[in-house]
């Protein structure tokens, strides 16, 4: 067993007690769409994580809302917000607070693998849920991406080697994330982003996400010059200082040139 079949095998323990969600009574600010954003000009993902298992404890408690508005002061291109609670310690009520604060788009980030989560995101103001292709069975993909387009949602298709890229390109995906993380080992290279650049169709609107393990303006920039529209950034901006100017700096000229 990898972790990741073990936070898997949590998900569907943790979806059969989910009751069908009710109806919209929050109203949440407009949000801009990733895409839009990523299309014309490179960004930061900027992510909200207390807790990870691979680093444990990062900074639990946070003041989500004014780290999400540090954020997006900083000119985010949008916030993840980490909602799985037992190996996270995130919260869905965590990406409520923050999605009643921007208006850039939050990414509910968590490994889905049923209707109801992605309903569940969206009720709590979600605007983009991500879809993990190592967590999940092609048709059941394919099935949960339909489902969160037909919604209005935006979904970033996560891959981490050649041939989930292909699955992605499969299904026409626009947001596809190069996780540069192995879930099932922890091992993390931004290498990874360079090699599976070099074959990415950048047609039709199709942007790369350079996903993990990125620490300074200089990894960002790498990320940039291999093809990278954007990058998400989870425990750089949760354990600095200053976390507005890490994003600044990251999306400066001389970073994206
Ligand atoms: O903290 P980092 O190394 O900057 O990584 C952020 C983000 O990429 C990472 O949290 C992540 C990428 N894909 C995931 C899937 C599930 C949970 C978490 C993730």
Redesign the pocket.
């Known amino acids: 067993m990898t972790i990741l079949d073990d936070i898997i095998a949590t998900k569907y323990e943790e979806v059969k007690m989910y009751k069908p969600v009710g109806p919209n009574t929050i109203d949440f600010p407009e949000k801009t769409t990733l895409l839009g954003h990523l299309q014309e000009r490179n960004g930061v993902i900027s992510?909200i994580?207390r807790a990870?298992p691979s680093?444990g404890d990062?900074k639990v408690e946070v003041d989500i809302v004014a780290q999400a508005k540090k954020y997006e002061e900083a000119g985010a291109a949008a916030i993840?917000v980490?909602t799985?609670e037992v190996y996270?310690k995130g919260s869905i009520d965590d990406l409520c607070e923050v999605a009643k604060v921007v208006s850039i788009p939050v990414l509910c980030?968590?490994?889905m693998v049923s209707e109801i989560q992605i309903d569940r995101a969206q009720h709590a103001g979600a605007t983009i849920i991500?879809l993990?292709v190592a967590a999940l069975e092609k048709q059941q993909l394919k099935r949960l991406n339909d489902y969160a387009l037909s919604k209005g949602l935006e979904v970033l298709i996560?891959v981490h080697d050649e041939q989930e890229l292909q699955i992605a390109l499969e299904l026409d995906a626009k947001l596809i994330?190069i996780?540069?993380?192995n879930?099932k080992t922890f091992e993390?290279s931004i290498e990874r982003t360079a090699q599976l650049a070099k074959n990415f169709p950048f047609d039709e609107g199709r942007v790369l996400i350079s996903?993990?393990?990125?620490q300074t303006k200089e990894d960002a920039q790498f990320a940039y010059a291999n093809g990278a529209s954007g990058i998400?950034?989870?425990?750089?901006?949760?354990r600095s200082e200053n976390p507005g100017n890490w994003i600044r700096q990251a999306t400066s000229e001389e970073a994206v040139k």
């Not at 996903?211 to 990125?214: F, Q, T």
């Open positions: 992510e994580k990870s680093k990062i993840s980490l799985d996270f980030k968590d490994f991500l993990i996560e994330g996780n540069n993380r879930l993390v996903e993990s393990g990125m998400l950034v989870g425990e750089a901006l949760m």
